[in-house]
């Protein structure tokens, strides 16, 4: 059964950093793409950045271009989102999900996480 386990979340400032995991099992990794989406408060679901089983990057949002940036380590099933320059606006739920291969629409991932928090306050 394909899982996805996401960690890393908490409180911090603006300004701060955090590291994000995705850990994964039950699948082979190498031929996934895995996408972090976010939810905020009040709003939709919305896509943040994805990395393709070739390694190629898709951000959904421009605005966490230059701050935002994701990795893969096959050999350790994980995922990482590395959060730099973190603004009140990032505060949000934060999923990775599975898709085969390629980034796609948030609408066609198929395995997801349960979420970790994610709050940018003073």
């Known amino acids: 059964q394909p899982q996805l386990v996401e960690s890393g979340g908490g409180l911090v400032q603006p300004g701060g950093s955090l590291r994000l995991s995705c850990a994964t099992s039950?699948?082979?990794?190498?031929?996934?793409?895995i996408g972090w989406f976010r939810q905020a408060p009040g709003k939709e679901r919305e896509g943040v950045i994805c990395i393709s089983s070739d390694d190629d990057i898709t951000h959904y949002t421009d605005s966490v271009k230059g701050r935002f940036t994701i990795s893969r380590d096959n050999a350790k099933n994980t995922v990482y989102l590395q959060m730099n320059s973190l603004k009140q606006e990032d505060t949000a739920v934060y999923y990775c999900a599975a898709e085969w291969a390629m980034c796609v629409t948030m609408s066609r991932f198929e395995y997801w996480g349960q979420g970790t928090q994610v709050t940018v306050s003073s």
């Open positions: 039950g699948f082979t990794l190498d031929y996934y793409a």
